[in-house]
């Protein structure tokens, strides 16, 4: 039971953690104390009882660190929103890499990094792969590029264009990148797939902070569902996955590329 109960040496019976609880399992049945109480294992793990009581009443146990700091309220002191549009128009893919791979302790910071990211009722149902090995990169991005040159549809895209990038790069679906990060979950639905999708959003602006590049790879997705023993080589088992290449770029950009502006529907 992640959340064991309330710590009444420092409760206010304030009923924060009443109108909080996505599944109303703290109580005010009228007596002198709020009550918790979670018989059917309902509770979400969502953490926000223990984020937004003010008393740190909320007494829990195998859920990881909770923390504050300057700024916790205030984003805005953190980065100011001129400095992250700018971060974010700087966010490229990157499409060729160095050989250079990436330390343990900065791939650390970009996988704690993606454990912050946000998931439908909370599931985190996600696993995360990384492959460096190149042998294993190698093979793996041989079965892609095969199963795409020979799918019809995938190969009239595609297919000339994998053959260019093997006469360039001995890895060509991962243009050489040292490292390729999977993420993986048992769920099939459409809010397993966007959980998927934010957590390695999160691992990319990670990145990008870290001065590396990322590049998000459909090529493996496409692959590995064209043929699903694909993902023996990846060892991974999945019924949704998402993948992107990380390591130092080895170009520079000398300008954003062209962006027209979306229409957006609904705004005076």
């Not at 019809?152 to 260019?164: D, I, S, V």
């Not at 959980?195 to 590396?212: C, E, K, P, V, W």
């Not at 569902?225 to 000398?254: C, Q, S, V, W």
Request: proline share 5%; with cysteine.
């Amino acid at each position: 039971m992640p959340i064991i109960g309330i710590d009444y040496d420092k409760c206010s019976q304030c009923g924060t953690c009443i109108t909080t609880c996505p599944r109303a399992l703290f109580k005010d049945d009228g007596g002198e104390k709020i009550r918790y109480a979670d018989p059917n294992s309902m509770c979400i793990r969502c953490g926000h009882c223990v984020a937004r009581c003010p008393e740190d009443a909320v007494l829990y146990e195998d859920m990881g660190e909770s923390i504050t700091f300057k700024g916790i309220n205030n984003p805005e002191e953190i980065v100011t929103y001129e400095e992250m549009f700018k971060f974010l128009q700087g966010h490229r893919s990157i499409r060729q890499y160095k050989k250079q791979e990436v330390p343990n302790n900065t791939l650390l910071k970009i996988f704690h990094a993606m454990q912050w990211a946000p998931t439908g009722r909370n599931m985190r149902s996600e696993t995360i792969t990384i492959i460096s090995d190149k042998q294993q990169l190698k093979e793996l991005s041989d079965a892609i590029q095969e199963v795409l040159t020979n799918d019809k549809a995938w190969g009239w895209l595609y297919g000339e264009r994998l053959a260019n990038l093997a006469k360039e790069f001995e890895v060509p679906v991962y243009f050489n990148a040292p490292h390729l990060i999977i993420v993986s979950s048992q769920l099939s639905t459409v809010i397993g797939i966007q959980n998927i999708a934010d957590m390695i959003t999160y691992g990319r602006l990670a990145a990008h902070s870290l001065g590396l590049g990322t590049c998000w790879n459909g090529w493996t997705q496409v692959g590995i569902e064209l043929n699903p023993k694909i993902m023996k080589i990846a060892r991974i088992r999945a019924k949704a996955f998402g993948a992107f290449t990380l390591g130092y770029p080895n170009y520079e950009l000398f300008r954003t590329p062209p962006r027209s502006l979306k229409r957006v529907k609904g705004l005076n």
